[in-house]
């Protein structure tokens, strides 16, 4: 290019600059040089037309659109940043933005658009930043947001999410950060954000997610911070967090009464944890996270006992910065949790390990220095603490529930009082309780009605009392009701038709209580479809019906300490979700064939401890071979297990105290001890040679046959003294033997488990 045509260049560009100067519409405010043009606040009804072609930001802000046609912008493709906010905008037609292919950021917050259409955003191919802010969105249809492919930062909060359906945001292929805080979700489908792979942070805060959406979450590898507060989750279980990357988790301020020393242990990198504004009285150390830096426990109830003090360690050993004060007992409250000492984290006697806290009463008197509370309203003999919203009248020697609490209460602790019967409406005006403490109240009827108006209702602590029956009304007016402790009463039969209530119920306590037998009738299944864990350790249930323990989510079953005399079989054919069984303490001699074959699928821990068994099937275990992980036998009369190298998954297994007969039948047994990388314990009972001795060190099985079935329901073997030891070394005499022994199990062995056996093994390897 010469000096003359550069110079008509630059001319001709500046005339052009001169010429649009003029073209500027009337309400307007242009900028020539800076390209912009700014209409704000001018009661528009449409986008201008005779914006200039090259302008490249376009302010439009307050202004009365109500709708985007197709093509609206088509007139300035030059534009990079548009600014729609507060236009009163309703619907924006599909290809509104078509020829915007060079916004990067695009901003329609605070309009009123309900729904995000497949095609709204088509056209915005370099677009960085999505405002949606304050508007009405309560649904987004499938390919909302396909061709967004440049999109950082999407931000929808303020709206009325209620739900995002699979794949929601497939095609944000650059996505960073995605708000949709401040919604009402409380329902996340499985695969809600499925294909965001660059997504790093996540906002999710104040919606209404009773669950953390465990499914959803797993599918966001890459996402390191994100905010669930606000939320009214009440539990966090066993593995509830499972993200790879997650460092920064935010979950202050919900609901939380309890956590899973395990809920963290998907979230090995987790750096920094935000616990505060909680139920929590107590917290176990977390496994998982291997440089947790900070855990932020303010605004917690904590109760600074011997219960705390793993925690204290852990966070000791660790270096874990740990925030948050102690509220009882009464001489460390308001103590920073780092001043207490762990030795000034007490339990002073097994009593008070039990009810830790009734020393509350004559430690507060001997404390002079207590600080003058605000004077607020409250029940005589009462303590309210409006800030917290917790309420005690704890072991105060009332004989009447006390009455007038502050309205927004949310932790009403009353336990330790003499109520004797709760009438009905016994606690009026307590619609923001979630959980409400009667522990030891002395309490033997419950009148139809009682919890009336307890709308917000989670937890229900009822142990402890004198209840022999609860009339079907008992629960009526509490709906909400999850976690419910009856434990430590005296019911001679299950609840049912009480629970009837409670379509919400997901853990029942009732152990130590008088019940006999389970029937079918208005117990479990369908009227109670979110019941995951039952409580029933130490009852006398003799009898358990077909079809009583229905339940498609029962996921944890005790039954111990009952007198159960068969393994309920026959009771457990609808329960496809059981993973953990607990029978120890029944006595039940015998176990026959299949005995768990109804729940073989999902059965992972099976407890049987002290019952007396004699004797096993050689296949009462089958059909566990790949999902069981604990199994415990300890304290029976077993001379002989079934095989357990068909219990592929084991990662527990307790056989102490049983009179194993160390002899060529265990020879399985032994092979497998040897075999799996885990201790067992498990000694010989006889013969009188090596009773005592670990059956892994024990040397006789050196001399059983190579060739000679070892299926221990074969009669007893000769002797032991009549065989001869063989001189060769034990290692030489098994590299003989493996073969053998495997060809054996091979054939035992049903086809299909085989493959997944090698598989695993190099796994470990
Ligand atoms: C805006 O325009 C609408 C009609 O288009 C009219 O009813 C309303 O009064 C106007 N508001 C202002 C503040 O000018
Ligand atoms: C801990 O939580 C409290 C209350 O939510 C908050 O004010 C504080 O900033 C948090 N501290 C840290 C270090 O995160
Ligand atoms: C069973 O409950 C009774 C009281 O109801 C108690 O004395 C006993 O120790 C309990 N047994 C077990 C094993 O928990």
Known sequence: MNFVSAVSCLLMFSLALLGHAGKCPKVCSCDGTKLTVACVGKNLTEVPKTVDEITVKLDLRNNNLQELPRGAFTHTPYLTHLNLQRCNINRVKEGAFRALGRVVSLNLAYNKIDILLQESFDGLSSLKELHLEHNRVEEIQPGAFTQLGFLNMLAITHNQLVYIPNLAFQGLNNIKWLRLSHNS???????????????????????????????????????????????????????????????????????????????????????????????????????????????????????????????????????????????????????????????????????ETLKDDLEKDDESAQTPTAKPKLKVKCPADCDCDIEAQHATCEGRGHTKVPRGFPAKTQLLDIRSNHFHYLPSNSFPGSGQVVSLHLQFCKIHEVESGAFQGMKNLLYLYLSD????????????????????????????????????????????????????????????????PHLKELYLTNNSIASIAKGALDSAFLATLHLDSNQLTEIPTHALTVAPNLEELRLSKNLIPFLGPKAFLPVSQSLKRLYMDHMGIEKMSMDSLEGLDIGLKALTLRGNKLENLPDLNLLKGLEVVDLQDNPLLCDCPLLPLRKWVEKVGMEVMATCGSPPEVKGLKVHEVHVFKSCQEGKSHEPEATRPPKLNTRKLTPKGFGSKEKQMKPKLKKLHTTKRRPQTKPKETKKKKKTL
């Not at 009285?281 to 440089?291: A, D, F, V």
């Not at 009526?476 to 629970?499: I, M, V």
């Open 185 to 351: 979700l409380n329902n996340l489908a499985h695969e809600a954000f499925a294909g965001l792979f660059t997504l790093s942070r996540l906002s999710l805060d104040h919606n209404e997610l009773q669950f953390f959406p465990t499914q959803a979450m797993s599918r966001l590898r890459e996402v390191t911070r994100l905010d669930m507060s606000h939320n009214p989750m009440i539990y966090l279980g066993e593995e509830s967090v499972s993200m790879a990357k997650l460092t920064h988790l935010y979950l202050d301020h919900l609901s939380l009464q309890d956590l899973s020393e395990q809920a963290m242990s998907g979230a090995p990198l987790l750096t920094h944890m935000d616990l505060s504004h909680n139920q929590l009285r107590y917290l176990e150390p977390l496994t998982g996270p291997k440089n947790l830096g900070s855990l932020n426990l303010t605004g917690n109830p904590l109760y600074c006992n011997c219960y705390m003090r793993p925690l204290k360690r852990w966070a000791s050993a660790g270096g874990i910065k740990v925030l948050g004060a102690c509220a009882g007992p009464p001489h460390l409250s308001d103590e920073p949790l780092k001043a207490v000492a762990l030795l000034d984290l007490r339990c002073r006697s097994r009593g």
């Open 465 to 528: 009392n004198d209840i022999t029956f609860l009339d079907s009304g008992a629960f009526t007016g509490a709906p909400q009701l999850t976690y419910l402790h009856l434990d430590g009463n005296r019911l001679g039969q299950f609840p049912g038709s009480a629970l009837v209530l409670l379509p919400n119920l997901f853990v029942l306590h009732l152990e130590q209580n008088a019940i006999s037998k389970l029937e079918p009738t208005g117990l479990l299944s369908s009227k109670t």
